[in-house]
C-alpha cells in the first residue's frame, strides 16, 4: 500500500483464520462473529520511496509529465512495490497491491476539462508477479467507478469485515494524505458510512518541503506556528467540504499551490493553518453526517496518527474519546495504524481471490457491489503451457 502522502509502501502479510462462509446463494457477504480483529497481521515492513522516485510520484499527481514519463514510472513503481512485497511475499499465497494514485477524477468536471469519471493507479501488476512469483489483485478502484461509484474509499469493506463489533458504533479514522473515516455501526455493513473529510497530511508535506523537509516531524513546524484564521476561513470555505457523502478526492484537489494565501505567511504559521484546517473538517464531518447517528468512539490511524499538534487538534475537536490501536489492544495481533490500510487491501485481494464481492456500494455510490481487483496469475512454473 502506498497512499497519497506518496513516502513510500506498506507492506503487510496478513494470516486469516478459517472465514465464515457466504450468505446463502454465495452472493451475499459473510457473516462475521467474534471480537476484532480477525486475522492476525504476521510482518510489516516500510519501504520509504527514493528523492528522485517520490519526486516522479507528486509531478504526476500534479499532472506534470510525459507519457513517456508516465509509463517509466508505472514500471518503476512495480519494481519498487515488487522489492517491498518480496521478503514477505515467500509465506503468502496471494499479493495485493493497491499501487500508487496519481490522479482520481470521480466526477466530471468541466472546468478541469474532465469530461468523464477516472482513476489511475500505477505499479505494473506482471513486475510484482514476475519478481514475487505469486499471483497478484492489482488496480481495485476502476471497477468501481464503473459500476457509477467514485471508486473510493475502498478500505471500509475490510474495516467491516477485519474491526467490527457487535454493541460498537466505531469509526475509524485515517490520516493519510487525505483524511477519510468509515463508521462501523456495530457488524451492519448496511450502516456503514465512508468518505473523505478533506486534507490531512498532503498540505503539511507540502509546507515541509518549503522547509527543505520531506514530513512535518513531531508536529515541531505546525507546534511553533499559529493559525491565520483570515486564510483558515478561505481554505474552508472550499466547495469539496460541503459535498455530503459519498465523495473522495486526492492531491489533484488538496495542495497547497492551488489554495489561497498571503505570501507573507511565515512556514510555520502555514503549517499550523494547515493543522487547523484539517482538524476543523474531520471535526465538521462528524457533525453533519456520523454524530447523529449515534458515535462511542474514534480510533485514529495512518501517519497523522504519529503528528503530536494534529492529535491534538482533533481530540479538542471531537465530542467522543479518540483512542489508538495499542488502546484497543489490536497491536497484540499485529493490526497498527502504520498496518491496517496495507492489511485492508490483502484482505480486499482475498476476497477477490474468493470471488466475493468486496465493496459496500452505498459508500461509495455505485449502482451494485463489484469484486474489485484485477487478477494476474504467477508466472508459469518451467515445463507448464504457455
Known amino acids: ?23 446463502e446463494g454465495g452472493g451475499g457477504l459473510p457473516d462475521l462473529t467474534g471480537a ?28 506534470e509529465g510525459t507519457p513517456a514519463e508516465l509509463t517509466q514510472l508505472h514500471w518503476a513503481l512495480g519494481e519498487a512495490f515488487a522489492q517491498a512485497a518480496a521478503p514477505l511475499a515467500e509465506d503468502a499465497d496471494l499479493v495485493a497491491s493497491h499501487g500508487q494514485t496519481v490522479q482520481h477524477h470521480p466526477r466530471p468536471e468541466a472546468a478541469r476539462g474532465w469530461t468523464r469519471p477516472a482513476t489511475l493507479q500505477l505499479g505494473e501488476a ?75 497530511n498532503c498540505l503539511l508535506d507540502d509546507v515541509a518541503a518549503l522547509a527543505g523537509q520531506t514530513q512535518d516531524e513531531g508536529g515541531a513546524l505546525a507546534g511553533a506556528g499559529t493559525v491565520h484564521e483570515a486564510t483558515l476561513s ?21 495542495t497547497l499551490s492551488q489554495l489561497p494565501r498571503p505570501a507573507s505567511l511565515s512556514l510555520p504559521d502555514l503549517a499550523a493553518t494547515a493543522v487547523a484546517l484539517t482538524a476543523r473538517t474531520v471535526g465538521d464531518a462528524y457533525r453533519r453526517w456520523v454524530l447523529p447517528r449515534g458515535l462511542d468512539e474514534v480510533v485514529v490511524a495512518g501517519g497523522g496518527a504519529r503528528n503530536p499538534a494534529l492529535v491534538a487538534a482533533l481530540r479538542a475537536e471531537l465530542p467522543v474519546p479518540l483512542r489508538t490501536f495499542a488502546d484497543l489492544g489490536w497491536t497484540d ?9 496495507a492489511a485492508a487491501f490483502a484482505f480486499l485481494g482475498y476476497a477477490r481471490a474468493q470471488g466475493w464481492p468486496n465493496t459496500l456500494p452505498h459508500t461509495t455510490g455505485a449502482a451494485q457491489a463489484v469484486s474489485a481487483g ?11 503451457p504457455s
Open 126 to 200: 506482471a513486475v510484482i508477479a514476475a519478481r514475487t512469483g505469486k499471483p497478484v489483485v492489482a488496480d481495485f478502484r476502476p471497477a468501481d467507478l464503473a459500476a457509477g461509484g467514485v471508486g473510493a474509499p475502498l478500505v471500509p469493506f475490510a474495516d467491516w469485515a477485519l474491526l467490527a463489533e457487535a454493541g460498537i458504533n466505531r469509526a475509524l479514522h485515517n490520516l493519510g494524505g487525505v483524511s477519510n473515516l468509515t463508521f462501523l455501526p456495530g457488524t451492519d455493513p448496511a450502516g456503514v458510512l465512508a468518505f473523505d473529510t478533506g486534507p490531512a
Open 1 to 23: 500500500m502506498s497512499g497519497t502522502s506518496a513516502d513510500g509502501i506498506d507492506a503487510a502479510l496478513l494470516e486469516l483464520p478459517d472465514w465464515p462462509a457466504l450468505g
Open 333 to 341: 495481533h499485529g493490526f497498527t495504524d502504520a498496518t491496517r490500510e
Open 36 to 63: 476484532a480483529p480477525r486475522g492476525r497481521v504476521l510482518a510489516h515492513t516500510f519501504t520509504p520511496y527514493t528523492p528522485d522516485l517520490r519526486a516522479a510520484v507528486l509531478r504526476a499527481g500534479q499532472n
Open 374 to 384: 484485477k487478477w494476474t496469475p504467477a508466472p508459469l512454473t518451467p515445463g507448464a
Open 234 to 254: 478561505a481554505w474552508l470555505a472550499h466547495p469539496e467540504l460541503a459535498t455530503p457523502p459519498p465523495k473522495a478526492t486526492g492531491r489533484e484537489v488538496w
